[in-house]
C-alpha cells in the first residue's frame, strides 16, 4: 500500500502561483511513477502531468505546457506540481497518484493509488 497526501492547494487570482505537494508513504517511493489529475465540478477527471520514477521524463497536457512543473524528491518522498501563471479554467480538485509503471503513463487506469485531493480555486 502506498498512501498520498496532497497539500498546498488554495484561492489564488489569475496570473498567481501555487505549489501542490504530495507526500508518500508506506512501500518505497522510487518504485512508482507519480501522476497529477484534476477534476473540476460537471467535468471527467483529466490527466494534469506525469513523472518517471526517477524523474528523467515528464510529460503534460497541453493547457499546462509552460505553465505546470512536475517535479519529485525521492529522499523526502515527495512529488511536486509547480503551477504558474494560473488561469480559471485552471480551478478544480488535483489528485497524485502512484503508478507501478515507471515511465509513467498519462491513463488514470494504469494508476494504483491515489491521494484524497487538494482545492485549487483561481478568480478572474
Known amino acids: 500500500q502506498v498512501q498520498l497526501v496532497e497539500s498546498g492547494g488554495g484561492l489564488v487570482q489569475a496570473g498567481g502561483s501555487l505549489r501542490l505537494s504530495c507526500a508518500a508513504s508506506g512501500r518505497t517511493f522510487s518504485n512508482y511513477a507519480m501522476g497529477w489529475f484534476r477534476q473540476a465540478p460537471g467535468k471527467e477527471r483529466e490527466f494534469v502531468a506525469t513523472?518517471?520514477?526517477?524523474?528523467?521524463?515528464?510529460s503534460y497536457v497541453d493547457s499546462v505546457k509552460g505553465r505546470f512543473t512536475v517535479s519529485r524528491d525521492n529522499i523526502k518522498n515527495t512529488v511536486y506540481l509547480q503551477m504558474n501563471t494560473l488561469k480559471p479554467e485552471d480551478t478544480a480538485v488535483y489528485y497524485c497518484?502512484?503508478?507501478?509503471?515507471?515511465?509513467?503513463?498519462?491513463?488514470?487506469?494504469?494508476?494504483?493509488?491515489w491521494g484524497q485531493g487538494t482545492q485549487v480555486t483561481v478568480s478572474s
Open positions: 497518484a502512484a503508478s507501478v509503471w515507471q515511465s509513467g503513463s498519462y491513463n488514470g487506469n494504469e494508476y494504483n493509488y
Open positions: 513523472i518517471s520514477w526517477n524523474g528523467g521524463i515528464t
